[in-house]
């Protein structure tokens, strides 16, 4: 059982929260910086990784995201594999820019200089992979709880549960969408409400919004394993607790 000071377990929500406010931010700010470019060509907005070309907003808030979910400790190796795959995808993603219109076929693109068609390939596999990781951690380790589950903590789970199946069902939609010729814009609809759905999780772990978190006579049910926390009364020094969840 893992023991953590109070200093330990802020410092673990605050890592959630800003995963969180980061993949909430990513597209609006991807949008803006590239929108007050000038001579923008035709479909600079159809996604977000499409504002690669435009503005280094796509690099700056999906790289710090991604080094964040690597550098996270979770409850055991799958937490961490988890994870850390996450991050990896996510940076294959800026490492590997998508194909555009206004880019001749056959341009080398990217840190690694591949042909812009190839560099495309490996773009939305990283991409798919990216999101549906993120559903998995969500469904499966975001929803872990100890042996006994407050009212508060079910509700949680109801809202992991619905952004983890949201990410697999809009992911799905997507190809769909793509593969029977949407329109351009279609995709970064669907990607602005992946990285919502992404971002609402990790806030909810991070325990941002307080009404959804457990109250202090509830506490014990924020360890793995049920197991309440230590040196909680009101002259023990430091306060510490297992792992939160």
Not at 32 to 55: H, R
Not at 78 to 83: A, F, P, R, S, V
Not at 103 to 125: C, K, N, R
């Amino acid at each position: 059982m893992a023991i953590l000071s109070t200093k330990e377990v802020r410092m673990y929500l605050r890592i959630r929260n800003l995963c969180g406010l980061l993949g909430i931010i990513l597209p609006w700010i991807a949008l803006f910086s590239a929108g007050i470019v000038l001579n923008k060509p035709e479909g600079w907005w159809w996604s977000i990784s499409a504002t690669y070309y435009q503005s280094p907003a796509l690099v700056g808030v999906l790289v710090p995201a991604c080094i964040v979910m690597m550098s996270y400790i979770g409850y055991d190796w799958k937490d961490n594999l988890i994870t850390t795959l996450t991050g990896i995808f996510g940076l294959g993603i800026v490492l590997f820019p998508c194909k555009v219109d206004w880019i001749a076929d056959g341009s080398a693109v990217g840190f690694f200089q591949l042909p812009i068609e190839v560099s495309q390939i490996i773009h939305t596999a990283c991409a798919l992979l990216f999101f549906l990781c993120s559903a998995i951690n969500t469904l499966c380790q975001f929803t872990r709880h100890g042996s006994t589950m407050t009212d508060r903590k079910k509700v949680r789970n109801l809202i992991y549960r619905i952004c983890g199946w949201g990410m697999i069902g809009f992911e799905a939609l997507l190809v769909a969408l793509v593969l029977l010729g949407a329109p351009g814009w279609v995709v970064m609809v669907i990607e602005i409400v992946l990285l919502h759905l992404f971002g609402f999780a990790w806030l909810v772990k991070g325990e941002f919004f307080p009404f959804l978190n457990d109250k202090e006579e509830e506490a014990e049910a924020l360890t793995e394993d049920g197991e309440p926390i230590v040196g909680a009364g009101p002259h023990s020094a430091p306060k510490i607790r297992t792992q939160v969840e």
